[in-house]
């Protein structure tokens, strides 16, 4: 398992995840498809053309779902119960077909669920850059994760 237990995290922690990726035109047609959102800034090559863009613009939703997931394999994947939100979520630079995507992640805060024993809430500041060092999207997310399960050397 490559996620981290509720116990292994701590505030201030620093993740540079190695996974980055290439996002395509086909990426935010499926994308924009999937979630019917039929904003011809996202999906139509003419529209954007007349834009201050000039081409699409990537769904911001898609650079969102995608900067999180980057960050999974290092930090919640097996050990991840839920996620509880996302907050102050921004795209200070557009993300275009052909950006290739990196995360940085930051630990924030912690603390015991008090409602749930054996699990604890972790919250994470992702940062997705673009190939250029621009960053393109932060979002602050609170995680509800697993504790250590008793009896393990995990550790």
């Not at 960050?71 to 950006?99: C, H, I, R, W, Y």
């Not at 673009?130 to 393990?152: D, F, S, W, Y």
Request: proline share 5%; with cysteine; charged share 15%.
């Amino acid at each position: 398992m490559a996620g981290l237990w509720f116990e292994q995290f701590s505030v201030g922690q620093r993740f540079v995840h190695e996974v980055r990726r290439t996002v395509t035109d086909t990426d935010n047609i499926l994308f924009s498809a999937l979630t019917h959102n039929p904003a011809a800034i996202h999906i139509d090559h003419d529209y954007a053309a007349t834009t201050e863009f000039g081409r699409p613009l990537m769904n911001s939703l898609f650079t969102l779902g995608l900067v999180i997931g980057l960050s999974v394999q290092d930090t919640t994947f097996g050990t991840t119960v839920a996620n509880l939100g996302m907050s102050e979520t921004s795209f200070p630079k557009p993300v275009f077909a052909g950006d290739t995507i990196r995360v940085e992640t930051e630990v924030t805060a912690l603390r015991p669920s008090a409602s749930r024993p054996g699990q604890g809430v972790v919250t994470f500041q992702h940062v997705g850059l673009n190939q250029r060092g621009e960053t393109v999207c932060r979002t602050l997310r609170a995680a509800l994760m697993m504790a250590k399960p008793a009896g393990t050397g995990a550790g």
